[in-house]
């Protein structure tokens, strides 16, 4: 097998995304969205993402959720992450989410997004801590998470209901490298 080499890409909000450009990435992803959650009925029609684009705009202006697109070097959408952030002020974690695009996974996209977005988390957010999931069985998704640094903590089970089965996932947690416990409290 020969692996690629990742070309260089961009983090970009995603609400600075075209329209098109993210509602064609949705429905070629259809299948990765639906193997992690049970659907809706319309969620992957125009009006729904429309709504998450325009969602995106909001939670971001409320510093409560941060979605930023992986863009290639020629503009093509690969992927997206998003960063969901505890409401509890001295907490300063974020659930961390990523979606590459099946083409490109396999190859390192994943990997280095994750790091990239890690990085902007606690370097210009200001987190403290990001928390990950991903299903037990998802091996390339664990894989990621452990390439990346993040330790498993725990097995929450029967967590998620996928088309009416309950799953179990591992979860996740990283640390920001650049912070003590003394100066978290000292910032307050």
């Given at each position: ?129 990001l928390t990950a999931t991903a299903l037990t069985t998802n091996t390339p998704a664990n894989q990621t998470l452990l390439k990346c640094n993040f330790n498993m903590v725990g097995i929450m089970t029967h967590h998620v209901n996928i088309e009416g089965t ?23």
């Amino acid at each position: 097998m020969v692996r690629l080499q990742t070309k260089p890409f961009y983090l970009i909000p995603l609400h600075d995304v075209p329209f098109d450009t993210f509602f064609k990435f949705i429905t070629e992803n259809r299948h990765l969205f639906e193997a992690n959650h049970t659907c809706v009925p319309g969620e992957y029609e125009e009006p729904a993402v429309k709504a998450a684009l325009l969602n995106s705009v909001i939670d971001a202006d409320r510093k409560l959720a941060y979605r930023y697109a992986v863009i290639l070097e020629n503009r093509r959408m690969i992927g997206f992450i998003r960063l969901i952030s505890f409401v509890s002020l001295h907490q300063r974690s974020a659930d961390v989410r990523i979606t590459i695009d099946y083409r490109y996974q396999n190859v390192g996209y994943g990997t280095k997004a994750l790091k990239r977005a890690a990085q902007f988390a606690f370097n210009e957010l200001g987190f403290r801590k990001l928390t990950a999931t991903a299903l037990t069985t998802n091996t390339p998704a664990n894989q990621t998470l452990l390439k990346c640094n993040f330790n498993m903590v725990g097995i929450m089970t029967h967590h998620v209901n996928i088309e009416g089965t309950w799953r179990d996932v591992n979860l996740y947690e990283l640390l920001n490298p650049n912070n003590t416990n003394e100066e978290l409290w000292t910032q307050y």
